[in-house]
């Protein structure tokens, strides 16, 4: 699949490639911008600048899997980086609190 980001109309515009037919489009936040997947391709992260927020994308059923709000204002760029567990100090179910040093 190609993804385009629709920004002037807040949805993710999926593709086929290389025919370009389209497939479907999905809704995310205020003006989509820059889309990530992960190295497995699995997923797709697009951030929604005008509304803060990020969606992920299941590329299994081309849905939207959750919205969630970005860590700062207008968010565009973003890398997908994998951080091996045993490099981090892991609290409570989740709770990453800080790179070991």
Known sequence: YLLAAGSASDYVAVYTH?????????????EPNWIVFTPNGQYAYVTA???????AIDMDTLAELA???SSGDYPQRMRVVDVPAETLDIGPV????????
């Open 67 to 69: 919205r969630t709000k």
């Open 49 to 55: 600048r005008a509304s803060d927020q990020i969606s």
């Open 94 to 101: 989740g709770a990453v609190s800080r790179p070991r040093s």
């Open 18 to 30: 290389p025919e370009l037919e389209l497939v479907k489009t999905i809704a995310t936040g205020a």
